[in-house]
């Protein structure tokens, strides 16, 4: 482990809490607190280096005033975690409810906060009246374009990057076999790129998916069509990692490098979805683990220059999607279900000093 050890990591929160509570009681503590007046959020500490740092967030958990206070001052750019999303955007065709993602874009505007869409095209959370019939590729075609278009030009101006296209890839680098791709074929990819691109010229455009991380037929896949859509003019801005790790996966060794050959292909990178789950229960060596996982991959976007941003896939295990889909699984996120940070925040913090 390169990092301090637990005791000198306690001892630190610990000097902390009584800091707080001295400034409560307006005792100052020393020079060091008069000059750093509020301590830095790690939106302050990434904007020091170009970049953001992000959380997730959802609608439904909207209600919890604790937990707004630490989406809203932590962190500089937010992801709707399924209020943007086809089903919850177009409910039936043609009749469209925004009413949701609006307002991720109204609490982003209230914190400056930068907004990443997400997502256009997707096989999953799609409407029933998608996929509940057969399409000819023209009328798929059109369906998807408006639906596209539609949503774009909605949020134009208040969106930084859409996650256009998500999870396109299988395992070993064919296409997955969506609605999408058995009925318009691989060009249906093109195609939302131009679409999205004509609906808001400004924003950046992201092909986004998970195990991408490491150098593999996966992102190798997507590197190879990245450099296709490069060199056809298609406006593809950026590839999107999504980075849903597992300790019994073992960390993404490649990545750094896997980031800088996407960067060489003159796109930006993102990490978009970041947790770190486990098998429960946590305990301080699988917690020690994760905080280390999460100083490496910090490092890691820092390191390479298109690297623009981190984004959690929400920021506390109280809202992690991670126990509902992987059973047994879970504490994924940098602060535990009480809102109090774990370890791996202040590695996060560490790697952005
Ligand atoms: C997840 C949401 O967090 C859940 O609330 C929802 O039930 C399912 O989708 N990859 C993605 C995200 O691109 O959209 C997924 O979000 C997580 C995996």
């Known amino acids: 482990m390169r990092t301090t050890t637990t005791r000198s990591r306690t001892r630190l929160r610990l000097a902390g809490a009584l800091a707080a509570v001295l400034v409560g009681a307006g005792i100052a503590t020393g020079p060091t607190a008069q ?28 209600v919890d005033e604790p937990y707004k ?19 919850a955007t177009e409910p039936q065709q043609g009749v469209f409810d925004w009413s949701k993602g609006d307002e991720i874009v109204n609490l982003a505007r209230a914190n400056h906060q930068k907004v990443r869409g997400h ?11 998608l996929t509940g019939r057969d399409w000819t590729a023209t009328e798929l075609r059109a369906v998807l374009k408006k639906h596209i278009q539609a949503e774009v ?17 299988n395992e070993d680098g064919t296409y997955r076999e969506t609605i999408f791709y058995k009925t318009l074929g691989p060009g249906y990819i093109a195609d939302a790129l131009r679409w999205a691109h004509q609906a808001d010229p400004k924003a950046k455009l992201y092909l986004n ?22 060199a056809q003019g298609v406006p593809l801005h950026g590839f999107g990692l999504q980075a849903h790790l597992a300790l019994q996966y073992g960390y993404p060794t490649t990545l750094e490098d896997n980031l800088r050959r996407f960067s060489r ?11 770190v789950r486990m098998y429960l229960p946590a305990d301080e060596t699988k917690l020690a683990t994760q905080a280390e ?17 981190i984004t959690l896939w929400d920021y506390t295990d109280k809202y992690s999607w991670i126990p509902a889909f992987f059973e047994g699984e879970g504490a994924a996120l940098p602060w535990d279900e009480q809102l109090a940070p774990k370890p791996a925040y202040f590695a996060i913090r560490e790697a952005l000093k």
């Open 35 to 62: 000059a750093e007046g509020k301590p830095q959020t790690l939106a302050d500490l990434a904007q020091k280096h170009g970049r953001y740092y992000g959380s997730a967030t959802d609608n439904p958990e909207l």
């Open 69 to 87: 206070a630490i989406l809203g001052s932590e962190f500089d750019q937010i992801t709707p975690g399924n209020g943007m999303k086809w089903y």
């Open 119 to 129: 997502t256009l095209v997707w096989h999953s959370q799609l409407p029933d009246w």
């Open 153 to 169: 030009r909605h949020y134009k101006g208040k969106i930084y990057a859409w996650d256009v296209v998500n999870e396109a890839f």
């Open 209 to 230: 998916d998970y195990n991408v991380e490491t150098i593999g037929p996966k992102s190798d896949a997507y590197y190879k069509l990245a450099k296709e859509l490069k």
């Open 265 to 275: 292909l003159g796109l930006d990178t993102a990490l978009t979805e970041v947790d």
């Open 293 to 309: 996982w999460y100083r490496d991959l910090t490092d890691a976007c820092l390191a390479v220059r298109r690297c623009v941003g």
